[in-house]
């Protein structure tokens, strides 16, 4: 991946925890729903163990923070829904170009 400047290092890195912060709220709500669904308890508790184990490996939720993997992990939280590419209007225009063309090459994949 592409290096970028360090005012989109610095950007991210003070964006980042409320984003993760904003989408754990998000993920907590889908949680009650599920808990609160009218089925068995132990069919909900066994849906909320498998969405969560399959969602605490998502960068929205914890990720290796290094300038290394920013361009990945933008990707990534934006593959998983945690920000749009209107989050990105204070970064650079090489970056949001990168993450722009990166999400055209892989449309129709999952990273």
Do not use: H
């Not at 970028?4 to 989408?23: C, H, P, T, V």
């Amino acid at each position: 991946m592409a290096e970028f400047n360090e005012r989109d290092w610095k950007l991210f890195r003070s964006k980042i925890a409320g984003w993760q912060e904003d989408y754990m709220g998000r993920l907590n709500r889908e949680y009650i729903e599920l808990l609160s669904r009218d089925k068995d308890p132990s069919e909900n508790f066994w849906e909320l163990y498998k969405r969560i184990r399959s969602d605490k490996r998502k960068i929205g939720v914890a990720g290796r923070m290094s300038r290394s993997e920013m361009m990945f992990n933008i990707l990534s939280l934006i593959n998983d829904g945690v920000i749009c590419f209107d989050d990105l209007d204070e970064f650079s225009d090489e970056l949001k170009e990168n993450v722009r063309s990166t999400l055209e090459l892989f449309k129709n994949r999952r990273f």
